[in-house]
């Protein structure tokens, strides 16, 4: 009599889709309160893709309670003329220093989330593109525009506001910003 055993799904108690800013970000700020996480990113690779945010004050505050606030200042030049921290962030910078702050082993790439599904007793079971399945107590989507997870909440997909922005990061040779007044 032949027998079939099914092997068990990989577990994993937090997992956190996308490694871009709010994924490394969350997976932080999860670390240093001592609760394991794993972020799935769908990309073989850190993404550091697209340019420069403008941080504000309030974003230091958020920098600095994930413990990285003095790293990124230490690496952007306060803009000049205001009251409030200021400073032009390159992502790529941003992104290098969460990630270099995560334990090993926290991010998987080439880990695209494809569905997901609830088994009932609130473990949800992702679908991996490799066919392989990973099941989650707790699921947090930072996985983007096009996300899986939204989706399977059942929020309304995103519409385009008409709206465009342009955006730019300049350095002087001293590779400090400088401004007029």
């Known amino acids: 009599m032949a027998t079939t055993t099914r092997q068990k799904d990989a577990a994993e108690d937090v997992v956190i889709a996308g490694a871009g800013v709010a994924g490394l970000a969350v997976a ?3 670390h240093r309160k001592g609760v394991r996480s794993v972020v799935l990113e769908s990309s073989p690779v850190l993404r550091t893709s697209g340019f420069a945010i403008m941080a504000w004050t309030n974003a230091f505050r958020a920098l600095d309670a994930l413990g990285v606030g003095d790293t990124i200042r230490s690496k952007h030049a306060q803009i000049q003329g205001g009251p ?22 926290t991010i998987r790439y080439s880990s695209k989330i494809v569905s997901v599904d609830d088994d009932g007793d609130g473990t949800k079971i992702l679908h991996l593109a490799d066919g392989s399945t990973l099941r989650a107590k707790v699921l947090i989507g930072c996985d983007g525009i096009n996300s899986v997870v939204a989706r399977w909440l059942g929020l309304a997909k995103l519409s385009d ?7 730019g990061h300049a350095g002087t040779p001293t590779g400090t910003a400088s401004s007029t007044r």
């Open 84 to 105: 409030h921290e200021a400073r032009c962030v390159q992502r790529n910078v941003l992104l290098e220093t969460l990630e270099a702050e995560l334990p090993r082993g």
């Open 28 to 30: 932080l700020g999860l």
């Open 161 to 167: 506001s008409g709206r465009t922005a342009t955006r």
